[in-house]
């Protein structure tokens, strides 16, 4: 249910889900059962699922060559930590696959584009206590906005966590996170539910920590 967010229910009307109430256990051994061996078998997407080869190959292959140049890992605090591909090859939370071995696990924290930038932290440094949404679809405000007993999900497997969501004067969502929630990025769909309904989701455009919301506050005064 988690990418049918954004539809309008003009859409939603006039749609068939016919595998709605499978598992995908049981829809590999219905291909199976009929034939289909290559769908039965095969493995799960892990990763961009239009793309045929590993996503950095498919970016070599379609993105300007200037596009993609050699930068820097950096720590929270500045400091440099060694080389990388570009900023491009990299997604906020990512572990595997920087290329470094600091004998400890860091993850992206954050991803600096205009100076082909990548910080590096640890898991506790990504959580962020609340997030911005734009592009939102809401089905019914009244059973969404103001409400505590709301779950957003920002990955369609995992994460449910509960918030708080209001309307600010600029027209994006506000959505205050009950307990911290890791590896938020920008472009990322988030999506509300309570119980099994889906209430609506929106695009990311940022998230913050309290003490960061507090900063800019005071920045302001």
Known sequence: ??????????????MLLPM????????REIAEER??????????????????????????????AESIQKGKFFDE?????????GYPFYTIGQRRGLGIDLNRAV????????????????LKSLEKTEMRLKDWNIINPSLLLGHDDVIVKIRYRKQANRCNVTLLPDNTLH??????????????????????????????????????VRRMYEELL
């Open 1 to 14: 249910s988690f990418f049918l967010w954004g539809l309008p229910q003009d859409i939603m009307e006039r």
């Open 20 to 27: 709605g109430d499978l598992t995908k256990t049981r829809v």
């Open 35 to 64: 034939g289909f061996l290559k769908a039965a078998t095969k493995k799960d997407s892990i990763g961009v699922c239009f793309c045929p080869m590993d996503y950095r190959t498919f970016l070599r292959k379609e993105v300007p």
């Open 77 to 85: 605090k500045g400091n440099f930590i060694a080389w990388h591909e």
């Open 107 to 122: 993850f992206v924290k954050e991803i600096i584009p205009s100076e082909n930038k990548v910080v590096l932290g640890d």
């Open 175 to 212: 959505v205050q996170l009950h307990e911290p929630l890791t590896a938020i990025a920008a472009g990322q769909a988030a999506a509300f539910y309570r119980n099994d309904v889906v209430l609506g989701g929106g695009i990311i455009e940022d998230a913050f920590t309290y003490h960061e």
